[in-house]
């Protein structure tokens, strides 16, 4: 186990049981004709308590960062807003 404080942020915890049983609940959810923004959001909500729980304040702020980050890059309409953000900035800041 590594020293440093951050090293289970590179841990792959898709195989624990307690990740599978989140999983299979959520696509349950989907499955059962939930829509699937609000099945995300409850996983996200799930993930970010069980991180602040597990893991504390810190490396939870950094995983849910780069989650953040992860799904902005995939989703089109969180691009589309960014690019807008950054025009009216641009505009503003001349």
Avoid: F, W
């Avoid at 599978?20 to 004709?33: H, M, P």
């Avoid at 960062?65 to 009216?88: F, V, W, Y």
């Amino acid at each position: 186990m590594s020293d440093h404080p951050y090293a289970s942020l590179h841990e792959d915890l898709r195989s624990e049981p307690l990740q599978e049983a989140i999983r299979d609940k959520l696509r349950e959810l989907i499955e059962a004709g939930a829509k699937p923004a609000d099945v995300a959001e409850m996983g996200l909500v799930v993930a970010c308590a069980l991180l602040i729980d597990v893991e504390g304040v810190a490396k939870s702020a950094v995983r849910i960062i780069s989650a953040g980050t992860a799904l902005a890059n995939i989703s089109p309409e969180l691009q589309a807003a960014a690019r807008d953000r950054k025009a009216i900035g641009s505009h503003l800041s001349h």
